[in-house]
């Protein structure tokens, strides 16, 4: 009878865990794919406080593409108690929009393997992401060239004066 007294306790305490974790609610994404040095992480509550931010795998899946363009590789984690915990594995096609879903990490689902279309209304932010990282890694290199150009400038000036 103690046994089953704990575990109904120890259930009631991860069952809010639990759907907490399958209605998506993600800490954050991080990506990888074309264009991308190392990984980018992003936190966009619309591409991460839903399981369906990507695509609506309720709605079936889909044939497999014969081409489905350029990629990007997507980790979907929580952080839980300090310990980041990646979920599952997607890759996105924003320009032609497909998802294969890849599963869940350490699980399995019946949306594992396949093919579905891909939520129009991820596109935006996702773009915008992918755009506020280029920005910032091309933007030390132009503050660079800007400054060679204004020692170069100076440096001319100086040479004609003297």
């Given at each position: 009878?103690?046994?089953i007294?704990?575990i109904?306790a120890?259930?009631?305490?991860?069952?809010?865990?639990?759907?907490?974790?399958?209605k998506?609610?993600?800490?954050y994404i991080?990506?990888?794919?074309p264009?991308i040095?190392?990984d980018?992480?992003?936190?966009?509550?619309?591409?991460?406080?839903s399981?369906?931010?990507?695509?609506?795998?309720?709605?079936?899946?889909?044939?497999?593409?014969?081409?489905?363009?350029?990629?990007?590789?997507?980790?979907?984690?929580?952080?839980v108690?300090n310990?980041?915990?990646?979920?599952?594995?997607?890759?996105?096609?924003?320009?032609?929009?497909?998802v294969?879903?890849?599963?869940?990490?350490?699980?399995?689902?019946e949306?594992?393997?396949?093919?579905?279309t891909?939520?129009?209304?991820?596109?935006?932010?996702?773009?915008?992401?992918?755009?506020?990282?280029?920005?910032?890694?091309?933007?030390?290199?132009?503050?660079?060239?800007?400054?060679?150009?204004?020692?170069?400038?100076?440096y001319?000036?100086?040479?004609?004066?003297?």
């Amino acid at each position: 009878m103690k046994k089953i007294t704990w575990i109904v306790a120890a259930l009631l305490v991860l069952i809010p865990s639990i759907s907490a974790l399958a209605k998506g609610e993600f800490t954050y994404i991080t990506v990888k794919g074309p264009g991308i040095m190392g990984d980018l992480t992003i936190s966009n509550p619309a591409l991460t406080e839903s399981f369906m931010a990507f695509a609506d795998f309720s709605q079936g899946s889909i044939d497999a593409p014969a081409d489905p363009g350029e990629g990007y590789q997507i980790i979907r984690s929580y952080v839980v108690d300090n310990k980041e915990a990646p979920f599952d594995l997607l890759y996105y096609y924003p320009y032609t929009g497909f998802v294969y879903y890849d599963g869940i990490a350490n699980g399995s689902s019946e949306y594992d393997k396949k093919w579905y279309t891909a939520d129009p209304s991820a596109r935006q932010p996702f773009q915008s992401a992918l755009k506020q990282r280029a920005l910032l890694t091309w933007l030390p290199l132009v503050v660079l060239a800007v400054i060679l150009v204004v020692f170069f400038v100076a440096y001319r000036k100086k040479s004609n004066l003297a």
